[in-house]
Structure formats: C-alpha cells, structure tokens
C-alpha cells in the first residue's frame, strides 16, 4: 500500500463580542476570489500552507500578517482535522485551527486579487456559502472536540 502525503495549512479565526450591543461572538471572515479554490465561498479571514520548517502556530501568525496586516494573535488552538477526498496525495490534508480574541492592528485586506471582501459575521448566523470543511471547524469553536474528519465515510467530531 503506497503511503500518502499529507499537505498542512493552519487557519486562524478572528472573535470578538457582537457589535452593537447585539450579544454573541462574531467571526471575521473573508469572501474568496481569484484563488481558484472554493471562490466566492466566506472562509477565514487568514489561512495557508505551513511552510517546511515552520510550525502550524508560526505559519498562521505569517499567514495573519501576510493577508490581515496584524501581528501578535493570542492564539488558541481549536482543533486539528484530517481531511480527504480519495483522490491525488494533494487532497489528503490536515488543518489545524486557531482563534484569537486579541491581536495587533486593524484587520484588513492586503490581497485584493483572493479577497473580495472581509466581514464580521455572527458565529450563530454564518453567511452562505461557507467553506464546507470550515463551517465544521465553526461548528465545533470553543468545544472539547480537538480531532475532526472530513471527507471520510463517517465524520467525526
């Protein structure tokens, strides 16, 4: 049985409390364009591959300074998940996910020509489309669950 290739990415959501005095966590989020993957779906507002060398927590403070212009994320880790599409070893992925609450800066688009737009949406009330295998991640923000699957027979969370 040949051995697959597993490509990572680290994703980092930002929160903060409801605007407004309307109550409930609010998630940025970006609308994709031009990236020839999952255009014109809402995704985190900041994600990418982690680079050889560099861990999943180094690759999403690059990523968020890279395509937010903020620095210094207090991080938490969300969740870790294992993805497929039984297809090509670039479809067998793993994600690890991360949210912040404080950062430095004002989030805002640095790459015009993947991001259409950015937007800060009620966790509860997400806006459609949403990235399939991140409106699992979204679902599952703040709980006990660490491992997800996506892609496979069964999911698991």
């Known amino acids: 049985m040949d051995r697959f290739v597993v490509v990572p990415a680290s994703y980092l959501y930002l929160l903060r409390e409801g605007a407004g ?12 364009r031009g990236t020839g993957y999952m255009d014109e779906h809402w995704a985190a507002a900041a994600a990418g591959h982690v680079e050889r060398g560099e861990t999943a927590y180094d690759a999403v403070r690059r990523e968020a300074y890279e395509e937010l212009s903020i620095t210094e994320p207090e991080l938490t880790f969300e969740a870790t998940m294992q993805r497929t599409r039984h297809d090509l ?16 800066g004002e989030p805002r688009i640095v790459e015009p020509e993947k991001c259409a737009e950015l937007r800060w949406c009620p966790l509860d009330d997400l806006p459609d489309p949403v990235v399939p295998h991140e409106r699992l991640a979204l679902a599952n923000l703040g709980t006990e669950v660490k491992y997800l699957t996506f892609g496979f027979d069964q999911e698991h969370t």
Do not use: K, N, P
């Open 21 to 32: 005095g309307t109550g409930g966590t609010e998630v940025l989020l970006q609308l994709r």
């Open 89 to 104: 070893a670039i479809d067998e992925r793993v994600d690890f996910f991360f949210s912040a609450r404080s950062w430095r």
